[in-house]
C-alpha cells in the first residue's frame, strides 16, 4: 500500500506537470499570435484547444528515421533521458506547505544537480547523430548552460546565505513578511535571464540558430524523439519558473499574506497562487521571445563570464560582510 501511496503521488505530479507542458506550446503560439496582430491555432477544436493534442499525436505516429551513420542506441535514448531528468526536478518543488513528494533538507542542491545533468541529454544527441550541425548545436548548447550555471549558483548562494537553510519549504517561509524579488530585485534580473540562457530560450537560443545550424542538436530528430526532446524543453521552461516562483516570488504564499481573511489557505488555494506566479513566469518567457532579437554567440558568453559572473560574486560578498556585520547571519 506505501508503494501503491508512493505512485500515487507521483502521478498526481507527473500527469498536471505533461498537460501543463502541452498547453504550454498552445499558450505560446497564441500569445505569439496576439503580440504579432494574428490569429494563432484556431481551427483544431474550440479556439484551438484541441491543437497540442494534435500535435502529439501526430508525432507519434509519423516513422522514427534514424540516420544509418549514427550511434543508434545513444541516438534513440538521449531524448528520453532529457525529458526524464525534465520530469525529476519536479520531485521537490513544493506546491503548498503540505504538497510535495519529497520535502528534502537539500532541495536546492537537488535542482541544481538536475539542471547539471540535462546537458547530458543534449551533448549524447548531438553527438550521437553524426552529424557537423547537431555536434556544433550540441556544443553551444553545453557551453552556454554550464556557463549560465554557475551565476545561478552564486545567485542561490546569495539566497542561502540569507536564509540558512538549503530546504525549499523552509525558503518560502522565509518570505512571509518581504518576498525576496523586492530585497533582492537586482538578483532576480540576472536570475531570470540566467534561467532563459539555462534553457536555451530566445534570446539566447543560439543552438537552435536556424541561420547556422539550421536547428541545432535536435536536428537529426523527428517523431517521437523531436516530441520528447520538445516536452523535455518546456518542462526545464516550467521548472525554471517554479524555482523562480519559489526563490523570488513566496512560492505558494499569497500578496494578502497580512490580511486575516486569507490567513489560513487550504492546499488547493496555496496551489493556486503558486500556479498563478508560474504562468506570470512562463508570459515573461514568451514576451521576450516576441520581443527581443538573438544575441551573437561571443555576445551571449560574454554575458555570462563577464558580466553576470563578477557582478554575482561581488553581490555574494557584499551580501556576506553585510549581514556579517549587523549580526544578522543565520
Known amino acids: 500500500m506505501h508503494i501503491l501511496y508512493i505512485i500515487l503521488k507521483i502521478l498526481c505530479i507527473i500527469v498536471p506537470v505533461l ?5 504550454f506550446t498552445l499558450a505560446e503560439r497564441k500569445i505569439l499570435g496576439a503580440i504579432q496582430r494574428r490569429r494563432g491555432p484556431n481551427v483544431i477544436g474550440v479556439f484551438g484547444l484541441l491543437q497540442p493534442l494534435s500535435d502529439g499525436l501526430k508525432l507519434m505516429v509519423k516513422e522514427v528515421i534514424v540516420p544509418s ?42 535542482i541544481l544537480a538536475m539542471s547539471s545533468l540535462g546537458v547530458y541529454g543534449i551533448i549524447m544527441s548531438g553527438w550521437s547523430s553524426n552529424s557537423k550541425y547537431a555536434f556544433l548545436g550540441a556544443l553551444r548548447s553545453t557551453a552556454q ?17 540569507s536564509v540558512g537553510t538549503l530546504n525549499l519549504t523552509d525558503i518560502i517561509l522565509a518570505q512571509e513578511n518581504a518576498w525576496f524579488v523586492i530585497t533582492y530585485f537586482p538578483l532576480f534580473l540576472l536570475f531570470f535571464i540566467s534561467a532563459l540562457a539555462e534553457t536555451n530560450r530566445h534570446p539566447f537560443d543560439l543552438p537552435e ?35 523562480t516562483t519559489i526563490f523570488f516570488f513566496g512560492g505558494w504564499l499569497s500578496p494578502f499574506n497580512n490580511f486575516e481573511i486569507f490567513s489560513n489557505f487550504p492546499v488547493i488555494l496555496s496551489s493556486f497562487w503558486f500556479s498563478l506566479k508560474i504562468i506570470f513566469m512562463v508570459i515573461l518567457f514568451v514576451w521576450i521571445r516576441a520581443a527581443l532579437p538573438r544575441y551573437r554567440y561571443d555576445q551571449l558568453m560574454s554575458l555570462g563570464w563577464k558580466v553576470f559572473l563578477p557582478i554575482s560574486i561581488f553581490y555574494l560578498l557584499f551580501i556576506y560582510f553585510f549581514l556579517l556585520s549587523t549580526n544578522s547571519l543565520p
Open 19 to 23: 498537460i501543463s507542458v502541452a498547453y
Open 69 to 110: 551513420n549514427a550511434n543508434k542506441l545513444i541516438f534513440i535514448f538521449s531524448p528520453a533521458l532529457t525529458f526524464f531528468i525534465s520530469l525529476l526536478g519536479w520531485a521537490v518543488i513544493p506546491f503548498s506547505s503540505h504538497a510535495v513528494l519529497a520535502d528534502m533538507n537539500f532541495g536546492v542542491l537537488y
Open 145 to 161: 548552460m554550464v556557463s549560465y550555471e554557475v551565476s545561478i549558483g552564486f545567485i542561490l548562494c546569495i539566497i542561502l546565505l
Open 209 to 243: 540558430a536556424e541561420a547556422e545550424l539550421v536547428s541545432g542538436y535536435n536536428v537529426e530528430y523527428s517523431a517521437f524523439g523531436f516530441a520528447l526532446f520538445s516536452l523535455g524543453e518546456y518542462g526545464n521552461m516550467l521548472v525554471m519558473s517554479s524555482c
